[in-house]
């Protein structure tokens, strides 16, 4: 039976791809260093699908590994998760978030027309936006200078997939643009891990809701948004996790020397003030917040226009900004009991 390859599958999103692609009875293959992932990603998928994932414990930068794992297994379509993701630190390490995110991606594109797998679907970000001009983004906005080393690899990753394409790999893609992912399955089994302190907002948000953080600091006030706080598109893993499903049936159909870009958010924009107050009707006490002063980088407001996504890939996101905090809160009590 033919296998699909989630290289980063112990990770956040890997984990919940993972879950759907089983749900839906794919044969998955897991490839992880377990460099920002906990090896219990692999019982808790389990305990959720009843499947076991084969897990390939290893570096998609070390080509003689990745050259095995294709030989090993009859792989039909790789999903590239497996990046370094950490703005700030990308700032402070540049040319480890280089090296580990283009590297890897360079090696899985020789690799599969080596072995002449053909679909790729990869993680970019719609942080290759940077602050748009006009709202909702498209596709075809145009791409504005990145922030950070972490949102250059993926802007370099994009050109990158384009001109091997382009050259005539003989291979397909798509490459899928995340807005803000959060949730957690709705199991609450699973969930986003962050090590250390959280820099993103809802796992500060649900370890403020546990009292492991004292409080939340809302990064500004005086946005020129309906409450002063800055707007993002968050979308629910589950639902992320889909959008690669349906890019993985729709470049099925496709000639090779193919690729598309799809955003992949609700196309709902929610203030920082909006998500507490979404959390606040899971908890017994309001969450505490003081508000300081803006996040250096920090954009004011952005959000999807997923029509392409909706249209083309045939995709829809179901899940609410009550059911992304809800399942987030959830996440955190179990993973306080399971440690
Ligand atoms: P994550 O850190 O939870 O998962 C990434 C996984 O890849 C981790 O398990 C890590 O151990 C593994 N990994 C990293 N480098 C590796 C390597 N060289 N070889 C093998 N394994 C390696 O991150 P995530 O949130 O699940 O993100 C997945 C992808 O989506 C990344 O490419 C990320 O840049 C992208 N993305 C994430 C977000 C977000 O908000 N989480 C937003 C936009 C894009
Ligand atoms: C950040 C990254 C982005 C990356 C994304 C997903 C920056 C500048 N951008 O996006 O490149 O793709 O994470 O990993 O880091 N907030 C608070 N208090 C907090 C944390 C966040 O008020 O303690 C606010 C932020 O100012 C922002 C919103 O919450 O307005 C969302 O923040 P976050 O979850 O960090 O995501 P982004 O900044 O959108």
Redesign the pocket.
Known sequence: MKTILV????????SHTTIELQKLGFNVVI???????DIKSLERIKSITGIEAKFEY????DKSFLDNIFQKYEISSII??????AVGESVSKPISYYS??LI?LMNILETMTKHSVKNLIF?????VYGQPDILPVTEETELKPANSP?GNT?KISEDIIIDFINSGADIRAVILR?F??VGADMSGKIG??PQGIPN?LMPYITQTALGIREKLMVFGNDYNTNDGTAIRDYIHVSDLANAHISAMNYLNDKPTKFYDIFNVGTGEGYSVMQVINSINKFLTSPLPYQITERRQGDIEKIWADPSKANEILKWQPIYSIDDMTSSALNWEKFLRQDK
């Open positions: 290289t980063g599958g112990t990770g956040y999103i890997g490839i992880d260093n377990l460099s920002n992932s290893g570096d998609v930068c590239h998760f497996a990046a370094y993701k580990n995110n890897s993680s970019s970000s719609c942080t972490y993926k995340y803000n992912p986003e891990l993103n």
